[in-house]
Antibody, heavy 120, light 108 residues
Framework: QVHLQESGPGLAKPSETLSLTCAVSGYSISSGHYWAWIRQPPGKGLEWIGCIHRTGYPYFNPSLQSRVSLSVDTSKNHFSLNLTSLTAADTAVYYC?????????????WGQGTLVTVSS | DIQMTQSPSSLSASVGDRVTITCRASQGIRNDLGWYQQKPGKAPKRLIYGASKLQSGVPSRFSGSGSGTEFTLTISSLQPEDFATYFCLQYNTYPSWTFGQGTQVEFK
């Protein structure tokens, strides 16, 4: 069974950079798939942030692209998110997930989420 | 970019009711759509993939239909554990995703 676990600071300051990591177990990132980040502000809907392939090739939500960077470390079997220039609007639960390969792919794996509060 | 318009944003229903939620895509996405259920404090759980395929372990009262731009999630007989928020997700633009805005199903 594939398991994903987010880690990072629960509190970050405005204008600073948020760094989150998603540790993957039960599956090797090197085997394939895209690995995604999604966030959900309190009481609001889900927003796709971006995803990265094992080769390091990323895709981004255009609305966040200027502030987001993604990386993957296949040796540690984890992938990471950096979000710069934080504001209160970045307060959210951040989820990592393995992206399904297509409409035929029955697999669906998400982390439990980690709450990040941006406040001075 | 593909936009997903989900309706209604909320609904009130009773146990045993038939509930229907709709997602409309701004352009055709074939059947590259999933439906998710989310309960407070929990990660989303996928119910339907490929627009109409039932995820393993999901009760058969959940069903999905549609293709192209119009999609529907139906709960045939609402149960107490079904009060939650539901989202659609398109992945036609793989590996990029777009979520619908969500529908909160509340107890009438």
């Amino acid at each position: 069974q594939v398991h994903l676990q987010e880690s990072g600071p629960g509190l970050a300051k405005p204008s600073e950079t948020l760094s989150l990591t998603c540790a993957v177990s039960g599956y090797s990132i090197s085997s394939g798939h895209y690995w995604a980040w999604i966030r959900q502000p309190p009481g609001k809907g889900l927003e796709w942030i971006g995803c990265i392939h094992r080769t390091g090739y990323p895709y981004f939500n255009p609305s966040l692209q200027s502030r987001v960077s993604l990386s993957v470390d296949t040796s540690k079997n984890h992938f990471s998110l950096n979000l710069t220039s934080l504001t209160a609007a970045d307060t959210a639960v951040y989820y990592c997930a393995r992206a399904p390969l297509g409409s035929w792919d029955s697999s669906d794996f998400w982390g439990q989420g980690t709450l990040v509060t941006v406040s001075s | 970019d593909i936009q997903m318009t989900q309706s209604p944003s909320s609904l009130s229903a009773s146990v045993g009711d038939r509930v229907t939620i709709t997602c409309r895509a701004s352009q055709g996405i074939r059947n590259d759509l999933g439906w998710y259920q989310q309960k407070p404090g929990k990660a989303p759980k996928r119910l339907i993939y490929g627009a109409s395929k039932l995820q393993s372990g999901v009760p058969s009262r959940f069903s999905g239909s549609g293709s192209g731009t119009e999609f529907t999630l139906t709960i045939s007989s609402l149960q107490p554990e079904d009060f939650a928020t539901y989202f659609c997700l398109q992945y036609n633009t793989y590996p990029s995703w777009t979520f619908g805005q969500g529908t909160q199903v509340e107890f009438k």
